[in-house]
């Protein structure tokens, strides 16, 4: 059964220390893995799309990364604005539904 | 341009009621989805329409779930009779379809549904 998994369930982090969040996942066909970012009350806010192993993508403090079985999301000395829910999810083809893991509670201090 | 909109954003019904959800995509958007968050849990898949078909709804829970897309515009989940369970968030999502774009979801900020 296809399956994505995310860790670790909750993050909190210093501003300025960088981490990184994990999603793995066993689905046949990839299509893509993409993550978002939720905030309290929010729907999913999107933030990347990776369609093949090895490729990058980075936005402001954050970069994902794609290998066969997982991604990262390295967040870059975080502020507190970083704070969220970072989701991932993946697709099989290109009309068909998205699965989401459960996500990544980041908390920000100052 | 305006994004995903979603109707109400909290219904507070008693069990056995009727409620009745709504969600407006994007201008455009010919994918549709409904997902559910029950209790803190993971974003699970209910439906997909392509314009007015459904293309998808293997994670319909039940019958007492329908969904509808008048005309390939906006979408309507009525959940009748409601259950404790059904309680949750329930977002919509939109797409351009399959190949244009980079195929991201663009999701409203959920109808809130708690049944009692």
């Known amino acids: 059964e296809d399956q994505v998994t995310q860790s670790p369930e909750a993050l909190r982090l210093q501003e300025g220390e960088s981490s990184s969040l994990n999603c793995s996942y066993t689905v046949s066909g990839l299509r893509g893995l993409f993550w978002y970012r939720q905030d309290p009350g929010k729907g999913p806010e999107f933030l990347f799309t990776l369609y093949s192993a090895g490729e990058e993508k980075e936005k402001e403090r954050l970069k994902a990364t794609l290998t066969k079985k997982e991604s990262f999301l390295h967040i870059t000395a975080p502020k507190p604005e970083d704070s969220a829910t970072y989701l991932c999810?993946?697709?099989?083809?290109?009309?068909?539904?998205?699965?989401f893991g459960a996500g990544t509670q980041v908390v920000v201090t100052p | 341009e305006a994004g995903v909109t979603q109707f109400p954003s909290h219904s507070v019904i008693e069990k056995g009621q009727t409620v009745t959800l709504r969600c407006d995509p994007i201008s455009g958007h010919d994918n549709l989805y409904w997902y559910r968050r029950v209790m803190g849990k993971e974003i699970k898949f209910l439906l997909h329409?392509?314009?007015?078909?459904?293309?998808?709804e293997s994670g319909m829970p039940n019958n007492r779930f329908l969904a509808e897309r008048t005309g390939g515009t906006y979408s309507t989940l009525k959940v009748q009779p409601a259950e404790l369970e059904d309680s949750g968030v329930y977002f919509c999502a939109s797409s351009l379809l399959g190949g244009k774009g980079t195929g991201e979801l663009f999701f409203g900020e959920g109808s809130r549904l708690t049944v009692l």
């Open positions: 999810a993946v697709q099989q083809n290109s009309w068909g539904k998205f699965q």
């Open positions: 329409f392509v314009k007015e078909s459904k293309q998808d």
